[in-house]
């Protein structure tokens, strides 16, 4: 069956490393030919897949959901699309839309701590009714990476505010946080404003660690933001005032 194929790209998952994806990594199964066959017929409109495009790898695994709109949304369809990544010819991953199939056809997208990361896409692989009607599906580019921390902490003393910012990265090998070198940027907003503003683009040191002193009297709030990299994405740190 078409949906048990997808099925098994989906699970299939399990075998492919996160750092580096190789392109000779077989991590997923060809469509049987029936299946080429049938997407060659006249469609009968279209089929379009939503799902989460920025995730963030931050625990063990995560389960996200997709959604179908179009003319395949009815009773009866099955729709599946592969998730292709540019340094693999097979599929990391598959997202299925089957009611008849209760383990993986619910439209869930497993996202494991080794998941594959970087920007893929997720093509279209079939879309059907029992009837045989075929339907166009969308292509969705989906990017992951791994999750980010940041930590901010401050003291003051008369007029001299400190500020002492901390970067983490979550690890696939550990499952936890660790911290880590990494470019970032200590902000502040006035009392009483919505807008955050640059007080000193900065690195942490070999610890994930970056300390900032100067003089200001007034009150402000600060936080410690991380910017992306390609294994990372970018994330602000929660508020603190001095």
């Known amino acids: 069956m078409i949906r048990r194929t997808l099925a098994t790209a989906a699970a299939a998952v399990g075998i492919a490393a996160l750092l580096p994806l190789t392109a000779s990594a077989q991590v997923g199964p060809v469509l049987p030919k029936h299946a080429e066959a049938t997407s060659k017929a006249q469609a009968a409109g279209v089929c379009n897949l939503s799902v989460p495009t920025r995730v963030a790898i931050g625990r063990p695994e995560l389960n996200?959901?997709?959604?179908?709109?179009?003319?395949?949304?009815?009773?009866?369809?099955?729709?599946?699309?592969?998730?292709?990544?540019?340094?693999?010819?097979?599929?990391?991953?598959?997202?299925?839309?089957?009611?008849?199939?209760?383990?993986?056809?619910n439209g869930r997208w497993e996202v494991p701590s080794y998941h594959p990361i970087g920007t893929m896409n997720f093509v279209g692989a079939f879309s059907r009714n029992a009837d045989g009607a075929t339907y166009t599906q969308n292509k969705v580019p989906v990017t992951v990476k791994l999750a980010a921390g940041a930590w901010i902490s401050s003291s003051r003393t008369a007029d001299v505010v400190t500020l002492k910012g901390t970067s983490l990265l979550y690890s696939t090998t550990n499952n936890t946080f660790?911290?880590?070198?990494?470019?970032?940027?200590?902000?502040?907003?006035?009392?009483?404003?919505?807008?955050?503003?640059?007080?000193?683009?900065?690195?942490?040191?070999?610890?994930?660690?970056?300390?900032?002193?100067y003089r200001y009297s007034k009150v402000r709030d600060y936080r410690f933001s991380l910017y992306s990299t390609s294994i990372s994405w970018d994330l602000g740190s929660a508020v603190t005032t001095r």
């Open 64 to 105: 996200l959901y997709g959604k179908v709109t179009g003319d395949c949304n009815r009773t009866g369809n099955s729709s599946g699309w592969y998730l292709m990544h540019p340094a693999s010819p097979d599929p990391v991953n598959g997202i299925l839309f089957d009611a008849t199939d209760t383990e993986y056809g």
């Open 178 to 213: 660790f911290k880590r070198s990494a470019g970032g940027v200590f902000q502040f907003r006035e009392k009483g404003s919505t807008t955050w503003q640059t007080l000193k683009s900065v690195y942490t040191n070999s610890k994930g660690e970056v300390t900032l002193s």
